[in-house]
Structures are given as structure tokens and as C-alpha cells.
């Protein structure tokens, strides 16, 4: 499969979707379609499968390869800079694709109804607990005129989390519904996608799409940094098109 398209209510210009590992060249603990430099893997693979990669998109775009460090920073696609920390992008031109990679992390996706501006985030629970979705809303002048979509990422049934996670969310509207405890003190299960869709729409967006896809739960479709430790990456794009591509 190596590329699916989103089945979310989009403008007719935008494009969004998300790699999984099916196809590619990489071997060992990162064989399909590894498209993370950072992982340990042969550059020439991950070369060869970022190739991949951009010749199925639509239109061709360049893609907006972000250094992601669970940081709070947004760019602009165009300005994408592999020496700054970096984990969201948006962009207004068809000439760049929106890029966060992950393996278990959420993609989350926002693009405005109009399809004039489009953005993505890496949001793993540091990062959304920093305020990385408010960041990357904070690039939309009317966030009620945005929707927003969350891809493959860890489910709650498999991201057990200590204290010190439960703590970082504690200043949050109803954190507590968010996290089951489990039968060993001072563990829960968390859900992620659940608290960002929460903040999305205290954020003031319109609506906010789950692709109800687990990370983990699924070895030989997706990566999972929580089941395997060493593994590759999963790419996450949206992209606006010329309205006469289709």
C-alpha cells in the first residue's frame, strides 16, 4: 500500500494522508518502508524509500522533512531546516507538503474549509502537553473556519504511562477522563488522541477527525516505537493541489 489518502471531509484542493511500512527497501528491525534518517538505518535505504514516497503524491510536491525533537516550534513548509528543532508545518503554496513523521506519536492534521492553508504536527504527549496543537491553531487566523484530523498513532489500550504524564496534563479541563488507572499504583493508560481532540476543539475548531488506526496494534502495517524500541518511521503529508490536478 505504501500511501493512503485520507477519508476525512476535505477541501477538493487539499491532500492528506500517511505512509505505512508495506513496500520500501529498508531490512532488519526497520524492513518496509522506513522513511526516518534518525533511526540507525542505511541512508541509501531510506533514500530510496523517501523516493517512494514522493513519486505517488499527487502533484509532486516537496516535502517538508522537519527535525523533531518534541519541541513546540511551527514553520512555515518552505522553511523547513533540519538543523533547528521543528515539529509542525503549514504551508498556502502547492509547492510543499506539510511532513511529521511517526512511529506511535500522533499526526495531527489541520486545514482550513476554504483549503487556502494546511499544517500538520508531531505531538507526542510532551509535545501536546507543551502546547504544540496550540501552536500550530495559533497559524490559522479563525480556528473556527478550521477542521483537523488525527492519523495512526498508539490507542489507549497499549500506552500504559506513569505519574509524571498525568502530571504534565494536570492544568488541562477534565485531564482525569483521559487516563484509566491500572491495577499497579501509579500506572494508567492514556489517550492521546482522545486529549487532543479535546484541545482541538477547545481550540475552537470546527470538527476533528480520528482515523481510528492503532500504531501498535498493527506489526505488519505500522511502526511502533512502544512494541519494538528500534524500528523505522512513518511519514505524515498534507499538501494543497492546483485545483485542475483532480
Known sequence: ???????????DNVRAGWSDRIGGVSEGPFHGLNLGRHVADKPEHVALNRQHLAEQLLGRPSIAWLNQ??????????????????????????????CVM???????????????????????????????LAETMAVFDQPEKVSCGIGPAISQANFQVGEDVIDAFSSWPEYRNFFRAQSQVGKYLADLPGLAKDQLLRLGASSVYLSELCSFDDATRFYSYRRDGVTGRMANLIWRVDESAG
Open 102 to 132: 511517526t512511529a506511535d506519536c500522533l499526526p495531527v492534521f489541520f486545514w482550513q474549509h476554504d483549503g487556502n492553508k494546511v499544517a500538520v504536527a508531531h505531538a507526542g504527549w510532551r509535545g501536546l502537553a507543551d502546547g504544540i
Open 69 to 98: 525533537t518534541h519541541s513546540t516550534v511551527v514553520t512555515e513548509a518552505s522553511q523547513a531546516d533540519s538543523s533547528k528543532s521543528q515539529d509542525a508545518s503549514y504551508s498556502t503554496d502547492t509547492k510543499h507538503a506539510c
Open 1 to 11: 500500500m505504501s500511501f493512503e489518502y485520507a477519508n476525512w471531509p476535505l477541501p
